[in-house]
């Protein structure tokens, strides 16, 4: 695959579907990195991905970005802004590149793209948790500037597992 034939924009309201693939493409190719499981995402009904993409198209509150190779979504990543309880802030999550469309850059560009709605939004920060042992990722978003400040939590849901917070200040523009 040729990372300039794939697409990064924002989704829209009626891409549910792509949505719900991309979706349970992740959670099954990497169910160590997110705490909804597999088998729990195949069982919600279409009305929760139809909710999920509009929320993610439209308005201030949540930005879902879609990597496109064709009509087949192969990455995802959303950004949530936090700025009711942590000023200026926009939570990172769902990030997600297909196998075969890895290390061509999608990521970098999904990232990229949440963190542009970011600053619309006018945050300043972006960060993120990332499961410990999950090298790939952290080396991925430590080599497109987040660092992470210590601060480690427990995931309660099983598998336990700990993960460690990245962050990100943005520059204006
Ligand atoms: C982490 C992930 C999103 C990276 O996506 P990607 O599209 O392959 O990343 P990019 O091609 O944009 O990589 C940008 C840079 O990140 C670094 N990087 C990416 N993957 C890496 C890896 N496996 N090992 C080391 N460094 C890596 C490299 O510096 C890379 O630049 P280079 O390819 O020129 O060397 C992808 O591997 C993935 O989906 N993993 C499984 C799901 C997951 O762990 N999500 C994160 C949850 S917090």
């Known amino acids: 695959m040729d990372g300039t034939s794939i697409d990064v924009r924002r989704i829209r309201g009626d891409d549910w579907e792509l949505l719900r693939q991309v979706r349970l493409d992740a959670l099954l190719d990497t169910p160590i990195a997110f705490i909804t499981t597999h088998a729990e995402a ?14 993610g198209a439209s308005g201030g509150s949540q930005a879902t970005m879609l990597a496109m190779a064709g009509d087949r979504a192969v990455g995802m990543a959303v950004g949530i802004d936090r700025s009711a309880s942590r000023p200026g802030l926009v939570a990172i999550v769902s990030v997600f590149v297909a196998p075969d469309a890895r290390r061509l850059g999608v990521g970098r560009r999904l990232i990229a793209a949440v963190e542009e709605w970011a600053r619309q939004i006018e945050a300043t920060a ?7 042992g999950n090298d790939a990722a952290a080396a991925f978003y430590e080599s497109i500037g987040y660092r992470s400040p210590l601060d480690r939590q427990r995931i309660t849901a099983p598998p336990v597992r700990w993960e460690m917070r990245m962050t990100k200040t943005l520059s204006g523009g």
Not at 42 to 55: K, M, N, T
Not at 126 to 132: A, D, I
Request: net charge negative.
């Open 42 to 55: 195949e069982a919600f009904g279409d009305e929760v991905w139809q909710e999920r993409a509009l929320l």
């Open 126 to 132: 972006t960060s993120l948790w990332v499961v410990e």
